[in-house]
């Protein structure tokens, strides 16, 4: 048992480089969050524009196919 507890310990700790300390948990969350909000917007903007290129050239490969 003693052995299985030391096996899991171990391969946890590689893990908690990926997670940053408590003190600096906000700044991350900040960043996080200000990097969403300009993905967001730039989806809204983005997407009609791709749904109408896309609407084009199927429509144009549709004609073409007549």
Known sequence: MLQLFFAVAFSVVPLTLYL???RSL???VDTL???LR???VFTLR???RIRLG????I???FHISR
Not at 54 to 57: A, E, G
């Open 20 to 22: 940053p300390p408590i």
């Open 26 to 28: 906000n700044l991350f």
């Open 33 to 35: 969050e200000g990097v």
């Open 38 to 40: 300009h993905i967001a």
């Open 46 to 48: 983005t997407y009609p």
């Open 54 to 57: 896309l609407s084009r050239v």
């Open 59 to 61: 429509r144009s490969l």
